[in-house]
């Protein structure tokens, strides 16, 4: 069956476990036994944003791999610090948040984001474009598993009205009166709000580093799973200058 990899994490010595989306767009984790030996021949088939023919059969506990030949991979992404970061947190979102029903259009919608990465990635842009690159991509895996956060209304009393702030906690933007007993609230310029709300990534360097941050802060609260890999991704699209504190 065809399957984008979306992760594959050592267990013990010599076996890898893998997070596949298949093409039916249903979410299977799978065993690789002995894939982490170099003479394995399942290595290539099951590297991370590859997608693969793969052979399953079910073990006693799970699905087992027993054969993973690449048909396509986002090579691109392995290429640099800032693509590998960037591809690990949205496939680690994907991972945590889709769900486990299988859904059309999904794998379409996921295979095209690791794409559109992979060429942005692969032309060496400058940093702070790919910045804007990480920062849309995890934006749109947040939006496939139905887990983005709102930017269109407050999300503690619903009013469109003097958006002012975004709260990690509450999971979105806030109005003001609301942002004011909210002690995680950062303050966000009205011009990025109207972006974000109208699905765009802000314009200013500045904006996006504070989107970033956003969203590594907003991560750790809503997909705890995937937050060690989207707060490394947000901290490096905020630069040398930006941690995530
Ligand atoms: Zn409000």
Redesign the pocket.
């Known amino acids: 069956m065809e399957a984008f990899v979306l992760r594959g994490e050592g267990v013990g010595e010599a076996d890898i476990s893998v997070t596949l989306l298949t093409r039916e767009g249903r979410r299977v984790e799978g065993f690789a036994r002995s894939a982490r030996q170099p003479s394995s021949r399942l290595r290539a088939g099951i590297l991370p944003f590859t997608v693969s023919d793969l052979t399953l059969v079910l073990g006693r506990r799970q699905w087992i791999v027993r054969s993973a030949v690449p048909l396509l991979s986002f090579s691109g992404l392995r290429s640099s610090l800032y693509g590998l970061s960037g591809a690990s947190a949205v496939a680690a979102v994907l991972a945590e948040g889709l769900p486990d029903a299988p859904e059309s259009g999904l794998y379409a919608a996921t295979t095209r984001l690791f794409r559109d990465l992979h060429v942005a990635i692969s032309a060496r842009e400058g940093g702070s474009l790919i910045a804007r690159r990480v920062a849309a991509a995890l934006l749109r895996a947040l939006a496939l598993t139905g887990l983005a956060p709102p930017f269109d209304q407050?999300?503690?009393?619903?009013?469109a009205d003097r958006l002012a702030a975004v709260s990690p906690s509450a999971g979105g933007v806030?109005?003001?009166?609301?942002?004011s007993d909210l002690t995680d609230s950062r303050s966000f310029s009205s011009r990025a709000l109207a972006d974000l709300g109208a699905r765009r990534i802000p314009v200013s360097n500045g904006e996006v580093r504070e989107l970033a941050l956003f969203l590594g802060r907003f991560a750790s609260w809503h997909l705890p799973a995937a937050s060690a890999k989207v707060s490394l991704a947000a901290s490096m699209c905020g630069g040398d200058d930006f941690r995530v504190r």
């Open positions: 407050c999300v503690r009393c619903t009013s806030l109005c003001g009166s609301c942002a």
